[in-house]
């Protein structure tokens, strides 16, 4: 999922045009002219044959049809988001018909197919290789345009929805296999996988690698190597104990239990978890019931913010389109691929940190004060987007150091609460009936929330610019106020001493 959400940040620059129908970006290899800063015109080549085809650059866009253009330009993100939130709402039922380790494999195939589709795509529908295209070349390439398009979504698509049924089964199981004092720091271990992605996914892409005009659905696909090899080790895992005791297979818990613990001292653990199964012996429920239910009513809805605001907030409008805003801030050329890593590098060992204070502080402190943090930086950034705009050039460069400053403060705060912290609530606070149907919907309202950022990001910011951000500010304000008054401590907590909270 990771490498989904960094790498098109970096190949959008080819993506974008070759979509629009000019597969020919201004970029040849070793180039150091860069789509990135939004100048993919700014070429090497001869001003006088720069027009010659319309190829060599990008036509202009009046600003009537800007914005519907920016959604045009958005729609790979957009299906990839589609696809993860239509995944994680089939969630549950992957969850409930085969076990949690099988629930995993079954997302791979569909990774695996994304990939595929998306290495055939240029191959099928590309620009020059070395010499700049003549009518003919530009006539080859063209022809089989929608084809190469079609599979290029349907990728996009099939990626999302392996990402989005991933996250549901695979936070899940990754709770059931923890002991209780190290749910958080498990559970958690699914963010720091996203993160690390994230930050091979920007490695991957950037132009001296794979971040090339010949080279980026590479750069696109190379994750469906990770789901082969994910397919074949996932048979070394040994399977979530707690399943096995709803299949009512004692021995095989045994087993799992000793393996995961590497000790045969697990009586009392799994005395625990077939107590826990039996004071709990109902019927899985649907979302429906789980929506309509009272008992259930504030373990959903704070689950339900909270995975809400984790998109909300912005943070994937950060590593989606971090080139644009980074050139929004003032930044140019090259300056622009070391701010993006930057962004990577920082999230990562933010992310590591969290792991440690996630079972040291416990889980709402982690989100209470960084989100008070992230309403001043979101305050702050807008101020300093705002000025750079009025300002002259020689003062930009200054603003615009403060800017990313600021930028890697948000990531910071994100990576330390509300990057990790969505996925291990949602799995402590709902009974084990209604943990399936619970967490389909929050990993689905994560999802969606993603897709209304990922679709309205980029027309937003063409139609308010730097104000963009007081938005996400009042979003935040909102998950704010919830959540200190309703969100409880669940570390070290058994499921009746959270429900009391509520009562």
Known sequence: MGVNIGGPNLYNGFIVPWTRGHPFPCQKEGSTSQWIARKWWDCVYNDTAKNLNGYYYLPDISKKTLIGQRLKDSIHNVLF??????????????????????????????????????????????????????QTTIHRATKNKDVAISFFYISRFLSGFSAGMCCVVSTSYLNEISPRALRGTVGACHQLAIVIGILFGQIIGLPWILGRHNAWNWGMSWVGLLSLMGSIFIWTLPESPRWLVQERKQNEAAQSLRKLRQSNDIEAELVEIEEEETAS????????????????RWPLITSLVLNAIQQLSGINAVFFYSGDMFSVAGLRDEKVFWGILATGIINLIATIVALKLIELLGRRPLIIWPLAGIIIVMIGLTILIVLNAKNSEDKKEALAIVSIIFILIFIILFAIGLGPIPFVYSNEVFAVEARAAGLSSAMFINWFCNFLVTLLFLPLQSAIEGYIFLVFCVLVALAFVLLFFKMPETKNKKLQEIQAFWK
């Open 81 to 134: 988001v589609i696809g993860g939130f239509i995944g994680a709402y089939s969630g549950q039922y992957w969850y409930k018909c085969l076990s949690r380790r099988n629930a995993i494999f079954a997302s791979m195939p569909f990774q695996l197919v994304a990939s595929i589709f998306m290495i055939i795509t240029l191959y099928i529908y590309r620009g020059y290789d070395t010499d700049d295209p003549d």
């Open 281 to 296: 012996n109902k019927r899985d429920l649907g979302i429906g019931k789980v929506l309509s239910s009272n008992e259930f």
